[in-house]
């Protein structure tokens, strides 16, 4: 599994919520395996998907292959749009 999606499983925000759910059923629906990591359960996670990121303020969700870094969700709706999806997960 060489997909990370770090997301939040709490969050007041319902365009937040509607975004991870639009990543996860695109991924699902294409039966690409990932790995979900939720910020809500560790801080050390939110610092983790940050530091990665190279963001002190980022916010999920963010999407890695590998220790490669994809993009938020605006770069994945992008990609989507254009049909470029594999490329912009790096498959």
Same mark, same amino acid.
């Given at each position: 599994?060489?997909?990370?999606?770090?997301?939040?499983?709490?969050?007041?925000?319902?365009?937040? $919520? &509607?975004? &991870?759910?639009?990543?996860?059923?695109?991924?699902?629906?294409?039966?690409?395996?990932?790995?979900?990591?939720?910020?809500?359960?560790?801080?050390?996670?939110?610092?983790?998907?940050?530091?990665?990121?190279?963001?002190?303020?980022?916010?999920?969700?963010?999407?890695?292959?590998?220790?490669?870094?994809?993009?938020?969700?605006?770069?994945?709706?992008?990609? $989507?749009?254009?049909?470029?999806?594999?490329?912009?997960? $790096?498959?």
């Amino acid at each position: 599994m060489s997909l990370t999606i770090y997301f939040s499983s709490v969050s007041g925000s319902r365009e937040l $919520k &509607q975004q &991870q759910a639009e990543i996860f059923q695109f991924l699902e629906a294409r039966n690409i395996q990932y790995n979900a990591l939720d910020i809500a359960q560790s801080p050390d996670v939110k610092d983790e998907m940050r530091k990665k990121v190279g963001n002190p303020t980022a916010m999920p969700p963010q999407i890695f292959n590998k220790d490669t870094y994809c993009g938020d969700y605006q770069m994945f709706f992008d990609a $989507k749009e254009e049909g470029k999806s594999e490329a912009f997960f $790096k498959l």
